[in-house]
T-cell receptor
């Protein structure tokens, strides 16, 4: 158990819908990261938050947005869903942000498997 | 350009034998970290081992060790005494200072009884 929690574990929805994925980081971790893992594209970095502020953006679509709340939990919002959004979405957390070093080790949650029908 | 290269899409190893999973990386930075993760069929990503670019000793964590060759820019994972439960996808990753974590495409390891 990494200490990172994600809900829900599974989500099945229809095209055009909107969903919210939730993540609670490990105790003491200030950074939260979101990743998308699909069969054809591997593990793709979406976005990072550090202590409530957006720190880095990766390949995140405009239909997707995220935020980190004062209690450090984070939510990833996916809207106008398409079939191609079906994937495993991971949240990860680390102690620091981009300092370099062991404290950057990211611990992953169990993931949310999203299926868009 | 691809920063992390894992050239072995799939590997087989006999139970109780050692196996080496290859990883090469590309960076011009002096300060960076290298990580290995395991992803079993259940889907979770499990952190295995970390090696810092300035670490002089190869990292070890139980049956996992990292064969770090800085000049060759390689960070191979060695699993000793393979067990059936080691069957999984293994991802190599690198993080340069002030940059995102970059993951390789992964190697699928199958341990045969």
């Amino acid at each position: 158990d990494s200490g990172v929690t994600q809900t829900p574990k599974h989500l099945i929805t229809a095209t055009g819908q909107r969903v919210t994925l939730r993540c609670s980081p490990r105790s003491g971790d200030l950074s939260v990261y979101w990743y998308q893992q699909s069969l054809d594209q591997g593990l793709q970095f979406l976005i990072q938050y550090y202590n409530g502020e957006e720190r880095a953006k990766g390949n995140i679509l405009e239909r997707f947005s995220a935020q980190q709340f004062p209690d450090l939990h984070s939510e990833l919002n996916l809207s106008s869903l398409e079939l191609g959004d079906s994937a495993l979405y991971f949240c990860a957390s680390s102690v620091v942000g981009r300092a370099g070093g062991r404290a950057d080790t990211q611990y992953f949650g169990p993931g949310t498997r999203l299926t868009v029908l | 350009a691809q920063k992390i290269t894992q050239t072995q899409p799939g590997m087989f190893v006999q139970e109780k034998e050692a196996v080496t999973l290859d990883c090469t990386y590309d960076t011009s930075d002096q300060s960076y970290g290298l990580f290995w993760y395991k992803q079993p069929s259940s889907g979770e990503m499990i952190f295995l081992i970390y090696q810092g670019s300035y670490d002089e000793q190869n990292a070890t964590e139980g049956r996992y060790s990292l064969n770090f060759q800085k000049a060759r820019k390689s960070a191979n994972l060695v699993i000793s005494a393979s067990q059936l439960g080691d069957s999984a996808m293994y991802f190599c990753a690198m993080r340069e200072r002030d940059d995102d974590m970059r993951f390789g495409a992964g190697t699928r390891l199958t341990v045969k009884p």
